[in-house]
């Protein structure tokens, strides 16, 4: 197995809380893909949500709605 610390590939996966731009708003494909995940969740999504809380939602809402990986 590759140890991630020397993985190039390892970079590409980032935990939101150590996202440089997660407080920047979400984005218009997060916002679009959490409305899709919500509906087929009978969920509501907050619309004042920043990256990394949308991105945490979506992995949520993916879980629950079995579109996640």
């Keep these: ?3 991630p610390d020397q993985d190039p590939a390892s970079n590409t996966i980032k935990d939101p809380a150590d996202w440089t731009t997660g407080d920047e708003p979400a984005t218009g494909a997060q916002q679009s893909y959490l409305q899709t995940l919500a509906a087929e969740a009978h969920e509501d999504v ?5 990256k990394a809380d949308a ?3 979506i992995d949520e809402l993916q879980e ?3 579109r996640g990986q």
């Design 1 to 3: 197995m590759t140890d």
């Design 46 to 50: 907050p619309e004042d949500l920043t």
């Design 55 to 57: 991105s945490r939602r």
């Design 64 to 66: 629950k709605t079995g």
